[in-house]
C-alpha cells in the first residue's frame, strides 16, 4: 500500500508539472568526475539562469520594480534606457524598447507589426530560454511594411497559418521577444509612441478567431537568485533544473543532458544540496570555480581583441556547442547577431592601459570615416564593474549618429569626442562623453553594419589618453 501511495505521488507529480526531488546518482562517481561535470554544467546552464533572472523580474513578480506585463502580453517603454534601469547590463540607450515574455506551451504566439517609414530602423529579436536568438523581424530582415509572426514552441506541429508572414520555430516553451524602435531626438517620441501602440502580441487563436486550446498548467515559478548569488550559491542549479523543465534536450544534446543527471542537474527535479556527499559537494563547487576562472580568460581575450561580440551572440546554429561563448554574451545580455548589429568595445586606451575617470580621453572620426551603417551608430557610456549607464550632470549616457549635426566639427572636417568625468569646457561640451570617476568601458553600437564592417575593412579608430 505504502509502495502504492508513492508510485501514486510520483505520476501525480508527472501529470501537473510539479518538480520531483532527486537524488544524484554519486556514490560511485569521483570527485574529479563530479567536478569536470559541475564545470560543463555550470558553462552551459549560466546563460539560461540568467535569462530567468531578468523573465522573472518583467514577467513573473508583479512587485518587481522592473516589472513589464503578464505572459504573451507587450509593454511598450516610451523612453530610453537610464541609470535608473538597472536589471539588463550594458542597456542600449539609442532605442526605446518594447517586451514581451512569450509562453508557448499552449499554442504559438503571434507578433503583428505595422508598417513603419522606410528611413527609421526597427527590429524584433526573438529568444530561447538557453539565450540563442531565434530569429529576427524587422528592418534588415522582412522590411518595414506591416507584418505578422508567429512563434511557436518546441511541442507544436502544422502547417504555416493564413496571414502569417514568417513563423519562427524555438526549442524552449517560453521566449523573449525584444523589440527595438529607433528614435532620431527627443521631439520624435510622439511617433515612437504610435509605432509602439500598433504593436500587436497575441495567441494564434485569438489572431485566426478561433477557439483557443486548452490552457497551460499553472507554474509557480521558482525564485531567482542575484547575479552575485549565481556565482557563489548551489541554488545556482536548482534554477537551472526548473527551466531545463520548459527546455527539451535537441538531439546533439541528449548525451550531455545525461552526463549533467549524473550529479542532480534535471530538468524537473529538485537539485538537492542535503543528498550531496561533503566530497562531492566540495566538487561540484570547485568545478563552478573551474568554470568562473575560464569564463575570466574569456573576457581577457573579449578585452584584448582575440573574441568580438560578433563571436557570443547568434543562433544555436552560429554558436553551436561553443557555451562560454554564449555565456560570454551575458556581459550584454540580449545582445544582437553581428548581422543585426556589432559592438565595438573600448576596455583600455591605445597603450593598453584599462579605462577609468581619473584619466582623460579622446576618440576621433577622420573626415567620413565613421562606422560603416546601414542605420546608425553610436557609442554609450557603462561604469564598472556594474555594466551600467552612467549619472552625470548633462543626463548624456551616449553618443550617436543622429546627433552629429549638434556637433563641433574638427577643422578638416573630422570629428573629436571628449570622454572624461568633467566637463571638457563650454566649447567643447557637445562632443562630450561623461565618465564615471572610475572604471568603465565604452560600447560602440553599429545598428545594421554595412559590408565593410562585417568584412573587418573598416576598424574602430583608436582611443587616445590626453596626457
Known sequence: MLY??????????????????TTAATSDMTSEEARAIAKEAYIYGYPMVDNYRVQYSYFVNKNDPEYMAPWNQIKNLAKVYTPDDKAIQTPNSDTPYSWAGLDLRAEPVVISVPK???????????????????????????GNDAGNFMVAGPSWKGETPKGIDKVYLSDTDFDLAVFRTQLFNAGDMDKVKNIQAQYQVQPLSAFLGTAPPPAAPTIDFIKPITKEEQKTSLEFFNIMNFVLN???AVSSEVALRDRFAKIGIEGGKTFDQAALSPEIKTAIEQGRADALQEFAGGVKELTEGKITSGDVFGSREFLGDNYLNRWLGTIGIYGNAKEEAMYPVYRMDSAGQPLTGANRYTLRFAPNEYPP????????????????????????????SPMLPQMKKDADGGLTLYIQNESPGPDKESNWLPAPKGPFATYMRLYWPAQAALDGSWTQPKLLKVK
Open 4 to 21: 502504492q501511495k508513492k508510485l501514486m505521488s510520483l505520476l501525480m507529480g508527472l501529470v501537473i508539472g510539479l518538480p520531483l526531488t
Open 116 to 142: 513603419i517609414e522606410k528611413e527609421r530602423y526597427y527590429s524584433i529579436q526573438i529568444f530561447d530560454a538557453y539565450t540563442y536568438i531565434v530569429g529576427y523581424a524587422g528592418s534588415r530582415t522582412t
Open 246 to 248: 520548459y527546455s527539451p
Open 373 to 400: 551603417v546601414n542605420a546608425f551608430w553610436s557609442l554609450t557610456m557603462y561604469e564598472l564593474p556594474s555594466s551600467l549607464l552612467v549619472a552625470n550632470p548633462i543626463n548624456r549616457y551616449l553618443i550617436n
